[in-house]
């Protein structure tokens, strides 16, 4: 019997030889994350310690990252594979995504409801919709915070003009329960004609290749 299964490519591009060439600075970035992200109290605390232990293979860090080592004008330096190469504010606009994406997943489980999330319990599964929502306002304020400390005011306005657009694109999509999918779609295509919701198009799928990710000092994280 023959197989329906295609032959994997020797030549096959594989995530983790994309991560290859920036595999230290992912590593320098968990820490960077984790370092800043802590609380008190200690529900807050395990909700955060859960969260942060499975927010996915890093897809928007990674793109930030190459993004950087394509764009940038602080990158001048010889690009060294193995070594860390990306610059703090680098780190910052992935932190910045990668945050802003995890508030928004947590705050769709408390509107949808499931029970698992990436194969293990739900946020609001575990400790009930209304402390997830206030998980989901903590990630997004703490973000926000960590932005304007390290005085990264474009990257700051960026994000919160992506949290409203995903706002609007959220309402317009609860709009499907009171009219058919094909309407749901001829409106979704009618809004797409207006900047708001090009913008947050943009924004949801890719976000790091519309920051400059060059204004601090090109020293690498951890140089």
């Known amino acids: 019997?023959?197989?329906?299964?295609?032959?994997?490519?020797?030549?096959?591009?594989?995530?983790?030889?994309?991560?290859?060439?920036?595999?230290?600075?992912?590593?320098?970035?968990?820490?960077?994350?984790?370092?800043?992200?802590?609380?008190?109290?200690?529900?807050?605390?395990?909700?955060?310690?859960?969260?942060?232990?499975?927010?996915?293979?890093?897809?928007?860090?990674?793109?930030?990252?190459?993004?950087?080592?394509?764009?940038?004008?602080?990158?001048?330096?010889?690009?060294?594979?193995?070594?860390?190469?990306?610059?703090?504010?680098?780190?910052?606009?992935?932190?910045?995504?990668?945050?802003?994406?995890?508030?928004?997943?947590?705050?769709?489980?408390?509107?949808?409801n499931p029970d698992t999330r990436r194969g293990r319990p739900s946020?609001?599964?575990?400790?009930?919709?209304?402390?997830?929502?206030?998980?989901?306002?903590y990630l997004l304020a703490r973000t926000m915070s960590i932005g304007m400390e390290s005085a990264q005011y474009d990257l700051v306005s960026h994000i919160i003009g992506s949290v409203a657009t995903l706002c609007e694109g959220e309402i317009l999509q609860s709009r499907k329960c009171f009219f058919g999918a094909g309407e749901f779609h001829v409106c979704i295509m009618r809004r797409l004609k207006g900047k708001k919701y090009e913008w947050w198009v943009r924004t949801k799928q890719a976000v790091p290749l519309h920051i400059p990710v060059a204004r601090m000092p090109a020293t690498p994280v951890g140089h």
């Open 1 to 112: 019997m023959r197989s329906n299964t295609a032959p994997k490519s020797k030549n096959m591009i594989t995530l983790d030889s994309i991560r290859t060439p920036i595999a230290s600075d992912l590593t320098a970035f968990e820490e960077f994350l984790r370092s800043r992200f802590s609380s008190e109290g200690k529900l807050m605390s395990d909700m955060l310690d859960y969260v942060l232990s499975t927010h996915g293979k890093n897809i928007r860090p990674i793109i930030v990252m190459l993004a950087s080592a394509l764009t940038s004008s602080a990158n001048t330096r010889q690009w060294v594979e193995g070594e860390r190469n990306c610059t703090k504010r680098t780190y910052l606009a992935a932190l910045m995504v990668e945050m802003l994406h995890t508030a928004s997943l947590i705050h769709d489980d408390v509107i949808d």
């Open 123 to 137: 946020v609001n599964a575990l400790w009930q919709s209304r402390n997830a929502v206030v998980l989901g306002d």
